[in-house]
């Protein structure tokens, strides 16, 4: 369909990476990815429950340069927001106060103007965020949920977020998209574009990976 140098391109690379896998330890990995950062990938366990030594929270500038559509925000109503989220009841007093999003100091209070406040708001609080600069865990209300609940229950790009509040509605922006785990695709992108190797990219979001032929393997 007009791309015949793109399919050309992905068949020289089968080709020349033929019966090469990476491997930890001797062991062949499980080469996770998604699809773009919000400038670091995620330690596994702070996703997933198990921490696997090669997928471990890097730096991923490259994806801010080249990533189309990084940001994102959704807007949700306090009613939706509480529906989706499973909160039981209203909203408890905290109009004159938001807590800050991701990336500042969790738990500071910041104060709203009074233009950008409404009866019930939600009172948030990020307590903690991932070496990847994720929410971690969160307070909506008293109720504690995970960055991953969150992003899973509002249908969310990712769960490294920000949000305003204003006119009885709450804007959600997100940063990057996909769970963050292993290898960044718009970030291997970038690295490429920047003249690094299939080699240097895959070590880079790998950590401490080897390459080995699967030959070697099957004679174990």
Not at 91 to 107: L, N
Not at 173 to 197: C, D, E, F, I, L
């Amino acid at each position: 369909a007009g791309r015949s140098a793109d399919l050309a391109k992905l068949r020289q690379a089968a080709l020349e990476t033929r019966g090469i896998v990476m491997t930890y330890k001797g062991e062949p990995i499980t080469a996770s990815f998604f699809a773009s950062s919000g400038g670091y990938t995620e330690n596994s366990e702070d996703y997933w429950k198990a921490a696997v030594p090669y997928l471990r929270s890097v730096a991923s500038p490259w994806d801010k340069e080249v990533t189309p559509g990084l940001k994102v925000t959704a807007t949700f109503s306090v009613s939706e927001l509480k529906a989706k989220l499973g909160i039981k009841g209203g909203f408890g007093p905290g109009a004159q106060k938001v807590f800050a999003p991701s990336g500042a100091a969790a738990g500071k209070v910041m104060p709203v103007s009074a233009e950008r406040t409404f009866t019930d708001a939600p009172r948030i609080e990020v307590l903690s965020v991932t070496a990847g600069h994720r929410v971690k865990e969160i307070s909506i209300d008293g109720q504690v949920f995970t960055g991953r609940e969150v992003r899973e229950k509002l249908g969310l790009r990712s769960s490294q977020f920000t949000w305003t509040m204003g006119n009885g509605k709450i804007a959600i922006t997100t940063y990057g998209s996909g769970h963050g785990v292993g290898m960044s695709q718009w970030g291997a992108n970038g690295m490429a574009k920047q003249g690094n190797t299939a080699t240097q990219i895959l070590k880079h979001y790998y950590s401490g990976i080897s390459f080995t032929q699967v030959s070697t393997l099957l004679k174990k």
